[in-house]
């Protein structure tokens, strides 16, 4: 099991609104936003993180979506390089913090791109997933970096799922071999290894959530969700995200953890 001490953190900016979304839910209200935030890091407090809080970016409107630009796997950090070109900007202030932190910083390189919101880690294995922000020259850097620090992982195509952004849109690792997946991804070969815990299409959204000791933490308003992380015995909270749900955001997006 991944054990988690710390994570880097981020608020939105006051550029916020400006930045990248498919949703059409409206703009985001700058002040819930960082109230939204703050509970999110009070959240990870609880369940026991340190919290790097790193001051907000205005050059970027999506920075406070730490988690695109890098990838901690608890052996070594790598730099990602995110796939909307607005966003590689981000990636230099984090390598900066992660520097303090890490004797080598290894990079995805172009033309390759890697969305952290792509990767998700289930222990000693990684689900990479291809997507329009992961191409397949990035994911196969990926693959070759967490090789040399001993995983094994696997891709996963989203080429048939538009409604995914990231890969993690869809699934989220709960720990001792479960994962939380919604329909369109439950039933691929690269889950076989799990046991799939299903997320109903219209609670799709949290699917996204972040398992820390025996804490869950998921989105608010999905109690069918949230009844079924309970019932496997872990401590559920559920953060209210409308405002970052608005800028195609999600939990997982919010932090880097490791």
Same mark, same amino acid.
């Given at each position: $099991?991944?054990?988690?001490?710390? *994570?880097?953190? @981020?608020?939105?900016?006051?550029?916020?609104?400006?930045?990248?979304?498919?949703?059409?839910?409206?703009?985001?209200?700058?002040?819930?936003?960082?109230?939204?935030?703050?509970?999110?890091?009070?959240?990870?407090?609880?369940?026991?993180? *340190?919290? =790097?809080?790193?001051?907000?970016?205005?050059?970027?409107?999506? #920075?406070?979506?730490?988690?695109?630009? *890098?990838?901690?796997?608890?052996?070594?950090?790598?730099?990602?390089?995110?796939?909307?070109?607005?966003?590689?900007?981000?990636?230099?202030?984090?390598?900066?913090?992660? +520097?303090? @932190?890490?004797?080598?910083?290894?990079?995805?390189? *172009?033309?390759?791109?890697?969305?952290?919101?792509?990767?998700?880690?289930?222990? /000693?294995?990684?689900?990479?997933?291809? #997507?329009?922000?992961?191409?397949?020259?990035?994911?196969?850097?990926?693959?070759?970096?967490?090789?040399?620090?001993?995983?094994?992982?696997?891709?996963?195509?989203?080429?048939?799922?538009?409604?995914?952004?990231?890969?993690?849109?869809?699934?989220?690792?709960?720990?001792? /071999?479960?994962?939380?997946?919604?329909?369109?991804?439950?039933?691929?070969?690269?889950? @076989?290894?799990?046991?799939?815990?299903?997320?109903?299409?219209?609670?799709?959204?949290?699917?996204?959530? =972040?398992? =820390?000791?025996?804490?869950?933490?998921?989105?608010?308003?999905?109690?069918?969700?949230?009844?079924?992380? +309970?019932?496997? /015995?872990?401590?559920?909270?559920?953060?209210?995200?409308?405002?970052?749900?608005? $800028?195609?955001?999600?939990?997982?997006?919010?932090?880097?953890?490791?």
């Amino acid at each position: $099991m991944i054990h988690f001490r710390h *994570a880097i953190v @981020r608020p939105p900016p006051a550029s916020f609104a400006a930045g990248l979304t498919r949703a059409d839910l409206g703009a985001p209200d700058l002040a819930l936003a960082r109230a939204q935030h703050a509970r999110y890091c009070a959240a990870l407090e609880q369940c026991g993180l *340190a919290l =790097i809080r790193l001051p907000p970016d205005e050059a970027h409107p999506d #920075s406070c979506f730490v988690e695109d630009t *890098a990838l901690l796997t608890g052996r070594g950090a790598i730099l990602l390089r995110p796939g909307a070109p607005s966003r590689q900007g981000e990636v230099a202030s984090i390598a900066a913090v992660l +520097r303090e @932190r890490f004797d080598e910083l290894p990079a995805i390189t *172009a033309p390759g791109t890697v969305d952290g919101g792509d990767v998700c880690q289930a222990d /000693g294995h990684f689900l990479i997933g291809l #997507s329009a922000r992961t191409n397949v020259d990035g994911a196969r850097q990926l693959q070759d970096l967490l090789a040399r620090q001993g995983f094994t992982s696997a891709t996963i195509d989203l080429g048939d799922h538009a409604d995914l952004l990231h890969l993690k849109s869809g699934l989220g690792w709960l720990g001792d /071999g479960r994962i939380a997946a919604v329909a369109a991804l439950a039933a691929h070969p690269a889950l @076989r290894a799990f046991e799939v815990i299903p997320v109903a299409p219209q609670e799709s959204y949290a699917a996204n959530c =972040i398992r =820390i000791g025996r804490h869950v933490i998921l989105a608010a308003g999905h109690p069918g969700f949230a009844a079924a992380v +309970r019932a496997l /015995g872990y401590s559920v909270l559920a953060l209210d995200l409308s405002e970052f749900r608005k $800028m195609d955001g999600a939990l997982t997006c919010l932090s880097l953890r490791f």
